[in-house]
Nanobody
Framework: QVQLIESGGGLVQAGGSLKLSCVTS????????MNWFRRAPGKEREFVAA????????HYADSVRGRFTISRDDAKNAMYLQMNNLKTEDTAVYLC??????????????????WGKGTQVTVSS
């Protein structure tokens, strides 16, 4: 079992920045690809970004590419999402998720093995 806890959400003005964190605990000795998703009010959950266990492979949704950066620090059992130039349409609950996967593989899927509960990001105009 793996537990995921997100933090770093908050209220920010459009054009501002936030950095989200996702700390893992439990069976962290296995190889997990990790993703960020988000769920906006009245909308379905959508993929945001993915990173391989190695950290060498990443993938982004078109809507955030060039503005968001995903990274991980396995020494701290943590994954991050640096969000710059935030827009009002980025307002959502952001969730991290993990999936057992080979070390250099990103998991471009919503069929993840473990999920966090999310952290709220609100971008005001």
């Amino acid at each position: 079992q793996v537990q995921l806890i997100e933090s770093g959400g908050g209220l920010v003005q459009a054009g501002g920045s936030l950095k989200l964190s996702c700390v893992t605990s439990g069976r962290t000795d296995e190889s997990y690809a990790m993703n960020w998703f988000r769920r906006a009010p009245g909308k379905e959950r959508e993929f945001v970004a993915a990173i391989s266990w190695s950290g060498m492979a990443t993938h982004y949704a078109d809507s955030v590419r060039g503005r968001f950066t995903i990274s991980r620090d396995d020494a701290k059992n943590a994954m991050y999402l640096q969000m710059n130039n935030l827009k009002t349409e980025d307002t959502a609950v952001y969730l991290c998720a993990a999936k057992l996967a080979p070390r250099f593989t990103v998991a471009i899927t919503s069929d993840m093995d473990y999920w966090g509960k999310g952290t709220q990001v609100t971008v005001s105009s």
